[in-house]
T-cell receptor, first 116, second 111 residues
Framework: NAGVMQNPRHLVRRRGQEARLRCSPM?????VYWYRQLPEEGLKFMVY????????ESGMPKERFSAEFPKEGPSILRIQQVVRGDSAAYFC??????????????FGPGTRLTVL | GIQVEQSPPDLILQEGANSTLRCNFS?????LQWFHQNPWGQLINLFY???GTKQNGRLSATTVATERYSLLYISSSQTTDSGVYFC?????????????FGKGTKLSVIP
């Protein structure tokens, strides 16, 4: 049973470019979460999605960041006009649902974004 | 929001030694997970343990939800145990299932 897949694993962008990060949840999981780990900081929640719905985006920066989880295909975290401060590791997690053991979140290997 | 504090922040162990890592949280939780972030940056699930006790090999964990803390025990430590250990909790009152992470305990196991 494949785990959470993220690609690319490493992404280099110049200031002002766009970054697209992809996440395929574990088989059977319909809940996706994105987290960001800035250097020397812990992991911070960004957004929680279910298929075609954003459930909680309270951790997303108000500008330049967006996320989607379409009916078909992976979840996408999009960062427009990247700045150096966006350099971080971005982790995707998935869970089966809510309630009891369904709460458990499983993390992908992360995408390490470097903005030059 | 819920606060998560981990201690100690850093820990150096001789190979073979035992250790206890602590996680305190400020409110009731519907989720508590322990992770190991290895030197390559990958987050490995150790335990899903919002309450009770679990064991997996040399690792075990206990969460006392009523007193708002969790403990992770590592016995007979090995160099491959090195890395950062994170505790993360889900706030049962928040209406969302986001995890709030502690700052982690950085463990170094030396031969």
């Amino acid at each position: 049973n494949a785990g959470v897949m993220q690609n690319p694993r490493h992404l280099v962008r110049r200031r002002g470019q766009e970054a697209r990060l992809r996440c395929s949840p574990m088989k059977g999981h319909s809940h996706v979460y994105w987290y960001r780990q800035l250097p020397e900081e812990g992991l911070k929640f960004m957004v929680y999605l279910q298929k075609e719905n954003i459930i909680d985006e309270s951790g997303m920066p108000k500008e330049r960041f967006s996320a989607e989880f379409p009916k078909e295909g992976p979840s996408i975290l999009r960062i427009q006009q990247v700045v150096r401060g966006d350099s971080a590791a971005y982790f995707c997690a998935s869970s089966h649902g809510q309630g009891g053991l369904y709460n458990e979140q499983f993390f992908g290997p992360g995408t390490r974004l470097t903005v030059l | 929001g819920i606060q998560v504090e981990q201690s100690p922040p850093d820990l150096i162990l001789q190979e073979g030694a035992n250790s206890t890592l602590r996680c305190n949280f400020s409110d009731s939780v519907n989720n508590l997970q322990w992770f190991h972030q290895n030197p390559w940056g990958q987050l490995i699930n150790l335990f899903y343990i919002p309450s009770g006790t679990k064991q997996n090999g040399r690792l075990s964990a206990t969460t006392v939800a009523t007193e708002r803390y969790s403990l992770l025990y590592i016995s007979s430590s090995q160099t491959t145990d090195s890395g950062v250990y994170f505790c993360a909790v889900g706030d049962s009152g928040a209406g969302s299932y986001q995890l709030t992470f502690g700052k982690g305990t950085k463990l170094s196991v030396i031969p």
